[in-house]
């Protein structure tokens, strides 16, 4: 007798990890075409052609000098900031439970910002060694103080944010004002303190970028936790998570992503708070296809507007920061208003 097997209807767990799966794949050609973009896309129109000819058999002309010099480490660094701010957003959402956290709403970056601003005019810190460590330190006690502000483990997603928008609006108040006071800093910070990607040393991707990997590779180990600890601390410890080294770990990894990113770029808001709330639409909440979500669209998010900055006004720019900042505060007041007002 034999016995046949219906295929899995619509809503089985086959047939959501292949849609998530799909995804994933989408992700990757989203990327490609962004990388496309990013480099053949500014002041200057360059063919796809000639941009796959300056890369692989480059014969000095002035489009291959773009393209190597200019527009491959600016891609580049673009791809590795975005895939670290998207990581981290997708990290303190799903630890503290709160769809409004992200690196820059919650403090994380202008922390990193003012510390390494602290670093260049007041210690005289010029070298990215120097004051990268600045950043880490400073976004991780950024995050403490917003955590501690918000009410710690009894903190809601609005009380959060509004210790967020405080501790932004202090700590940016006194990186302007030592930039102020410091016209050499000023003039040296000005574009760095709104966020861009324009004139960075590819350098200070590969000082940086053993922080990123780390801190990325410790997101991923910490999925099967975080998804245990999105149940509740009960629940987790039910399931023998750690709920202490899980949190510890999450600040740890955040710190790296945030404040390696910041030092590389300057604070770039809503990156984090965007692409984790796309991500969810579809792969769900489960922290394992989450964060390679944000990973992969992160980068996508901010090249893209990488390119509207540059062709909206052009020949002149817009920071990347004002890009995304344009573009998260609009989502950030759908989701406020979208909250209960009890919940202040």
């Not at 480059?58 to 291959?64: H, I, K, L, W, Y």
């Not at 994380?108 to 210690?123: H, P």
């Not at 950024?142 to 009894?154: C, I, K, M, Q, W």
Request: proline fraction near 5%.
């Amino acid at each position: 007798m034999t016995v046949t097997t219906a295929p899995p209807r619509a809503g089985t767990p086959r047939t959501a990890t292949s849609v998530r799966s799909l995804g994933l794949v989408l992700g990757v050609v989203l990327l490609l075409a962004a990388l496309a973009l990013s480099l053949a896309v500014g002041t200057k129109q360059i063919p796809l052609d000639q941009v796959w000819a300056g890369l692989f058999s480059p014969s000095g002309s002035e489009n291959d000098t773009i393209v190597r010099e200019l527009r491959l480490p600016r891609t580049a660094i673009g791809v590795a900031v975005g895939a670290s701010l998207g990581l981290a957003g997708g990290v303190m959402q799903t630890l503290t439970r709160n769809p409004l956290a992200d690196p820059g709403l919650l403090g994380v970056n202008a922390g990193a910002a003012a510390a390494v601003v602290t670093a260049i005019s007041v210690l005289g810190i010029t070298s990215f060694g120097g004051y990268l460590w600045f950043a880490l330190a400073g976004a991780a006690v950024a995050a403490t103080a917003v955590n501690a502000l918000g009410g710690g483990r009894l903190a809601t997603p609005v009380r959060l944010a509004l210790a967020g928008t405080a501790v932004n609006a202090a700590l940016f108040g006194y990186v302007n004002g030592l930039q102020l006071w410091n016209l050499g800093t000023l003039d040296a910070m000005r574009h760095w303190s709104v966020g861009t990607l324009a004139k960075r040393d590819v350098q200070l991707l590969y000082d940086v970028l053993p922080l990123l990997v780390a801190g990325a590779l410790l997101a991923f180990a910490l999925g099967r936790p975080l998804g245990a600890l999105a149940l509740g601390e009960e629940h987790a410890r039910a399931l023998g998570t750690s709920v202490r080294r899980t949190r510890v770990l999450s600040v740890v990894s955040v710190t790296l992503l945030c404040g390696g990113a910041t030092a590389v770029c300057g604070p770039i808001g809503f990156v984090g708070l965007m692409i984790p709330h796309a991500a969810r639409a579809f792969c769900g909440p489960d922290p394992r296809w989450l964060l390679p979500y944000c990973a992969l669209y992160a980068p996508v998010l901010l090249l893209v507007s990488d390119v509207l900055g540059r062709v909206v006004v052009a020949p002149s720019e817009i920071e990347v920061g004002i890009v995304t900042a344009f573009l998260g505060g609009l989502l950030f007041i759908h989701l406020v208003r979208q909250r209960k007002v009890a919940q202040l």
